[in-house]
C-alpha cells in the first residue's frame, strides 16, 4: 500500500481493502441529504458491497457538525468516505484567508489534480458518477484517460433542459458537462423507461454503451400502516371527520402540481364537506399560501413544515389521498416519483400527473389515477375517489402488493446484482483496455 493509500485509509484494519476490487462513487446525492436520488444511490451501493470496495468522494456542503474526511470508514454504511469538497490535496493550497469566490474558483482548477491523483494512487476497478457536475464530468474524463470503465447514473431533472426546451445561453454549460459526461461513459444506470428515452433524445446520436434501467425503491419496513388511520390521526391530533389528501415534498417545485391542487379545491369541497389538504415538508410556503388566499382555499389546506423522517408514514396512513399531479415546466420534470411508493407501502390510493415517469410508479386505473395538469380533471379525480370507496381501496390494495413485488429493498437489490454483476456491466477483478469496450466474461463462481 502506497504513502497516499495509508493516508486515505489511514483507520482502517480490513485486509479486503487490497483483496476486493475498487470502485470509486463521486455523488452529490449522499447523506445526511434527503431525498429519492440518495436513497436510490445508497441501495446500489448497499448492492455492490459485498463484493466490492466502495470509496465515496463528495462534497461537505457545510453540514452543522459534519466535519470534511480524507477517507474515513462509515461504520453503518460500510464505505469510505472523502468530504473534502472535492479535494484531497492538503489544505495549504487553498488558504482559508482567501475571499469565498477565490476559494471556489481555485477548486475547480484543483480538482483536476486531485482526481487524478486519487485514480493514479488507488486503482480503482470502476468508477460510478452519479451527478454530472463539472466535477462528474472531468471524473468521467478522466476516468477514461486511466482506462476505467465508468457508469453515470441519471434520474432526469438534469436531462429536462436539454429535452424540453430550446438552446439557450444559460443552458450552454450545463448542456456541456451533460453531454461530456455521457461522452466519457461506458454504461449508464436510469431510475425510469422515461429517464432512458430521455438520456437517448439528450444525446442525439448513439450512445457509447448500455444503458440498465433498475426502478427505484422504498423502505417497506419503514413505510407501512404502523396503526390504523384512526390511531394516526389521533397522534397527529387531526380531525376523524374530516377527508384529507396528502402532498409530501421538500421543496415547493411547480413541477409538483401543489398550485394545481390549491385552485382545485374549492371545486373539490363543494362536492366532500370537511376537506382538508395537507402540504408535508415545504418551509417556506409563503408563495403557495397566497395562491390559496386567491383561490379562496386558504380554510382548505393546512401546512406542516419539518416534519421528521420517523412521523411520514402517520401522515400517509392518516390520509385518503395521496396527491400530487406532476407536469413539465421549462424541462423540470419529475424522473419517477418515489414518494409514491411510499404511500403505496401505507395502503393509500394515488393521483399522480401525466408527465415523466410517474406514469410508470402509478398505472392509471390499475393502482391509481393520472390525471394531466387540469383543474377540473384533478377536482374529478379526487371527487371520484371520495364517492366510490370500494373502488379507492382496491387501487390502493394493487398498489400495496405491486410496491411489494416490484419496489422493495430486496427486489431492488435483486435487480441491481442482476443489471451491473451478472450482466457483466461491472468487471470485478480486470481493469479494460478500451472505454467503450468492457467485455467481462462474469459468471456466477466469481462472486
Excluded at 100 to 112: G, H, Q, T
Aim: proline residues 5%; charged residues 25%; contains cysteine.
Amino acid at each position: 500500500m502506497s504513502v497516499f493509500q495509508k493516508k486515505i485509509y489511514r483507520n482502517s484494519n480490513d485486509s479486503s481493502i487490497n483483496s476486493k476490487p475498487r470502485i470509486l462513487f463521486y455523488t452529490l446525492h449522499y447523506p445526511p441529504g434527503v431525498g429519492g436520488s440518495i436513497f436510490y444511490e445508497e441501495g446500489l451501493r448497499k448492492a455492490l458491497l459485498e463484493n466490492y470496495h466502495i470509496t465515496v468522494i463528495t462534497p461537505n456542503r457545510g453540514y452543522a457538525g459534519l466535519k470534511p474526511t480524507n477517507g474515513e470508514l462509515n461504520t453503518q454504511s460500510g464505505v469510505w468516505e472523502i468530504r473534502r469538497k472535492y479535494r484531497v490535496l492538503p489544505d495549504f493550497f487553498l488558504p482559508k484567508k482567501w475571499p469565498r469566490r477565490l476559494k471556489k474558483i481555485a477548486e475547480v482548477f484543483l480538482f483536476p489534480f486531485d482526481i487524478n491523483l486519487l485514480l493514479f494512487s488507488q486503482r480503482y476497478d470502476h468508477i460510478f458518477v452519479g451527478t454530472p457536475t463539472i466535477a462528474g464530468c472531468l471524473t468521467a474524463f478522466f476516468a477514461r484517460l486511466h482506462k476505467i470503465p465508468v457508469t453515470s447514473v441519471f434520474y432526469g431533472e438534469e436531462l429536462g433542459p436539454l429535452v424540453f426546451t430550446k438552446k439557450e445561453k444559460k443552458l450552454t454549460i450545463n448542456r456541456l458537462r451533460v453531454i461530456f459526461t455521457i461522452q466519457n461513459s461506458t454504461r449508464f444506470l436510469v431510475p425510469s423507461l422515461f429517464t432512458e428515452k430521455m438520456l437517448k433524445q439528450a444525446y442525439r446520436k448513439d450512445l457509447p454503451g448500455p444503458v440498465k434501467m433498475v426502478y427505484p425503491f422504498f423502505d417497506e419496513k419503514h413505510f407501512h400502516n404502523k396503526t390504523s388511520k384512526a390511531e394516526a390521526r389521533d397522534i397527529l391530533h387531526l380531525d376523524h371527520q374530516k377527508k384529507y389528501l396528502l402532498t409530501v415534498s421538500s421543496r415547493d417545485q411547480r413541477r409538483k402540481g401543489i398550485d394545481k391542487v390549491l385552485q382545485s379545491l374549492p371545486a373539490i369541497a363543494k362536492k366532500n364537506h370537511g376537506l382538508l389538504y395537507l402540504v408535508v415538508g415545504i418551509n417556506d410556503y409563503q408563495s403557495l399560501m397566497d395562491i390559496a388566499k386567491a383561490n379562496h382555499a386558504e380554510e382548505f389546506v393546512r401546512f406542516i413544515p419539518k416534519v421528521k423522517y420517523s412521523m411520514l408514514p402517520y401522515y400517509y396512513s392518516a390520509c385518503d389521498i395521496y396527491l400530487m399531479p406532476t407536469r413539465e415546466i421549462e424541462g423540470d420534470v419529475e424522473g419517477f416519483g418515489f414518494v409514491f411508493l411510499e404511500a403505496s407501502g401505507c395502503q393509500r390510493v394515488c393521483i399522480g400527473g401525466n408527465s415523466g415517469g410517474v406514469p410508470e410508479a402509478v398505472l392509471h386505473e390499475k393502482t391509481g389515477l393520472i390525471v394531466n395538469s387540469d383543474i377540473e380533471e384533478i377536482s374529478s379525480a379526487v371527487i371520484r375517489l371520495f364517492n366510490d370507496v370500494s373502488f379507492a381501496d382496491e387501487l390502493a390494495k394493487n398498489a400495496y402488493q405491486r410496491s411489494q413485488e416490484e419496489f422493495s429493498k430486496i427486489a431492488a437489490h435483486r435487480k441491481f446484482v442482476q443489471e451491473l454483476i451478472f450482466s457483466n456491466s461491472i468487471d470485478p477483478t480486470v481493469r479494460i483496455q478500451e472505454p467503450k469496450h468492457s467485455s467481462i466474461k462474469f459468471t456466477q463462481e466469481n462472486t
